[in-house]
C-alpha cells in the first residue's frame, strides 16, 4: 500500500518527537541501581546504590571513577532532583516534671504543699507520775509501817515469820527519752500541724532478796524470836482489815514468801494531734494571738508483774499480773500567744482537751495460796470521761533561712487514768475458798512533764 507524502511526513514526525522526548527524559533521570523496586505506586527506578552507579562520560564513553574509589561530585547522601527520601515521625509524649509549660493541677498542688511545708524532729526527756510508796498488798492491822519487820502468821500454814511488805516506792519514771515529729503545713488562713510522739518503755525491776541475809535487817528484839525471815504480801479479810488482837503478831493474813519475792512494773505512753491554727488577724504586732482546734490521741499502758517463791504451805511459785491499758481521744482548743522576731520566735499554747478514755484492766494470778491454787483471771472494760490540759512552751531560733533550732517544755495533766498499782484488791475469803486477789478498778490523776530539743526545717 502506498502511503501518501504528507501523511509519511507525518508518522515520521510523530516517532521523531517521542523519541526526542525519551531522550530527554533520560539525560535528567539519575542512573538507578537494580536492587529493588523504588517507592511503591510511584513507578520509580530501584534507589541508587553506591557501587553500581555510573555517570555518563565525555563524548559518551563511560565514566571511570578516580583511582580513589569515591565519585567526584557526586554525593550518594545528597537530595537527588525528582526524588524525596521518604521520612518518620513521631510524637514524644511531654515530661510534666521538666517542662515548665506543662500545667498539672495535681502535680502543682503538691509543688506548693513541699514549697510551704515544715518539719519538726525533736529529742523528748518527760517525767511521769510515780506510783511512790505503794504497797505490794492490803494495809496491814496493828503495823505502823509495814516496810519495817514484823512478825506475823501465814494464812495457810500458820507458821510465824519475821518479815516486811515490799513497795513501789523504788520505781523512778523521771526524764523518760523519748521523740517527737511535726509536720506542718502552711495554708491561706492559718497552718495545718500534725504531731506525733513516743516515750520508751521503761522497765525496772524490784528484787527484795537482799532482805533474807542481811545483817540487821531486823530489830535484835524481833530476831531473838528465832523464826525465819519472809517478805510479805498482806490480806484483807473478807474485804476489811481484822482488828489488833494485842499478841504483837499482826491478825492480818499473809503470804510468806521465805525464798525469793521479785516485782516487775513497764510503762509506755504514746501519742499523736492534728491542729489548726490560724493566722493572727495582725501580724505585725508584738504579740500574735492564734486559735487552735484539733484533735488528740494518747496510749498509757502499764503492767506490774509480782513473782514469789516460798515452800509454806508447800513449794511453789506465786504469780500476780495486772495490766491496764489507756486509749484516750477526743477534740481540742486552744489559744498560743506568740512573740515572732527577725531571729527567734517563743510561743505559749495552752489547750484543753475533753477525752474520753477507753480503759481496759485485767488481773490475773496463779497458785496464789499453794500449788494446787490454779489460774484465776478477772477483767472488766469501761469508759470514763478523762479531761486533759495541756501547756507547750517553745522557742525557736533562727540559725538558716531555712533552719531553726527548737527548744520547748511540756506539761500534760489528766483526770481519770487507771493504773496496775492501784487495780489489784488483796482480799482474801477463808480457808477453802477461791483465790480472792482480784481486780478491783480505780481511776487516778496521772501528769507528765519535761523538755524537748530538736531543729526546725523549712522547706
Not at 495460796?369 to 490454779?374: K, L, N, Q, R
Not at 488483796?426 to 480472792?436: E, H, I, K, L, S
Amino acid at each position: 500500500m502506498t502511503i501518501p507524502s504528507r501523511r509519511r511526513a507525518g508518522i515520521l514526525s510523530w516517532r521523531k518527537a517521542a523519541v526526542v522526548t525519551a531522550m530527554l527524559m533520560s539525560s535528567q533521570a539519575p542512573a538507578w541501581s537494580q536492587d529493588g523496586p523504588g517507592p511503591a505506586g510511584l513507578g520509580m527506578p530501584a534507589y541508587p546504590s553506591a557501587p553500581m552507579m555510573e555517570a555518563p562520560g565525555a563524548a559518551g564513553q563511560p565514566y571511570c571513577p578516580p583511582s580513589g574509589g569515591g565519585y567526584a561530585g557526586f554525593d550518594p547522601y545528597a537530595s537527588q532532583t525528582g526524588y524525596t527520601p521518604p521520612h518518620s515521625y513521631e510524637r514524644i509524649p511531654e515530661d510534666p516534671f521538666h517542662d515548665p509549660g506543662y500545667n498539672d493541677p495535681a502535680h502543682d498542688f503538691l509543688k506548693d504543699v513541699a514549697r510551704n511545708s515544715w518539719f519538726r524532729l525533736e529529742y523528748i526527756q518527760w517525767s511521769l507520775r510515780n506510783p511512790g510508796p505503794r504497797l505490794l498488798g492490803a494495809d496491814v492491822s496493828g503495823v505502823t509501817d509495814p516496810e519495817d519487820p514484823f512478825l506475823a502468821t501465814e494464812r495457810s500454814s500458820g507458821d510465824i515469820y519475821v518479815g516486811k511488805v515490799g513497795s513501789l516506792a523504788e520505781i523512778d519514771l523521771d526524764n523518760v527519752p523519748g521523740i517527737r515529729g511535726t509536720l506542718g503545713i502552711e495554708m491561706n488562713n492559718g497552718t495545718l500541724e500534725w504531731a506525733t510522739w513516743y516515750l520508751a518503755k521503761d522497765t525496772t525491776t524490784l528484787d527484795f532478796g537482799e532482805f533474807y541475809s542481811t545483817p540487821g535487817a531486823v530489830d535484835p528484839i524481833l530476831d531473838a524470836v528465832g523464826v525465819d525471815r519472809a517478805i510479805y504480801i498482806p490480806l484483807l479479810f473478807q474485804g476489811q482489815i481484822p482488828a489488833g488482837n494485842g499478841s504483837g503478831i499482826t491478825s492480818s493474813p499473809v503470804l510468806a514468801y521465805d525464798t525469793s519475792l521479785k516485782a516487775r512494773f513497764e510503762t509506755s505512753m504514746f501519742g499523736t494531734e492534728a491542729n489548726y491554727v490560724w493566722n493572727s488577724s495582725r501580724p505585725n504586732a508584738f504579740w500574735n494571738w492564734r486559735p487552735t482546734v484539733g484533735v488528740r490521741y494518747v496510749n498509757l499502758t502499764e503492767e506490774l508483774g509480782i513473782t514469789g517463791v516460798t515452800t509454806v504451805p508447800d513449794v511453789h511459785t506465786t504469780t500476780i499480773e495486772s495490766k491496764s491499758i489507756n486509749n484516750l481521744f477526743g477534740p481540742q482548743a486552744g489559744l498560743r500567744a506568740e512573740l515572732r522576731h527577725e531571729w527567734f520566735t517563743v510561743s505559749v499554747t495552752p489547750t484543753l482537751v475533753l477525752a474520753a478514755n477507753g480503759q481496759a484492766s485485767r488481773v490475773k494470778t496463779n497458785d496464789l495460796f499453794d500449788s494446787t491454787s490454779g489460774f484465776v483471771d478477772s477483767n472488766d472494760r469501761t469508759y470514763e470521761f478523762s479531761p486533759m490540759f495541756n501547756l507547750a512552751v517553745q522557742g525557736k531560733f533562727h540559725i538558716r533561712e531555712h533552719m531553726s533550732v527548737y527548744v520547748g517544755y511540756d506539761f500534760l495533766f489528766i483526770h481519770r487514768v487507771s493504773r496496775p498499782f492501784d487495780n489489784i484488791a488483796y482480799n482474801d475469803n477463808g480457808t477453802g475458798t477461791t483465790p480472792a486477789v482480784v481486780l478491783d478498778q480505780s481511776f487516778t490523776d496521772f501528769m507528765l512533764q519535761g523538755l524537748s530539743l530538736g531543729g526546725e526545717f523549712r522547706f
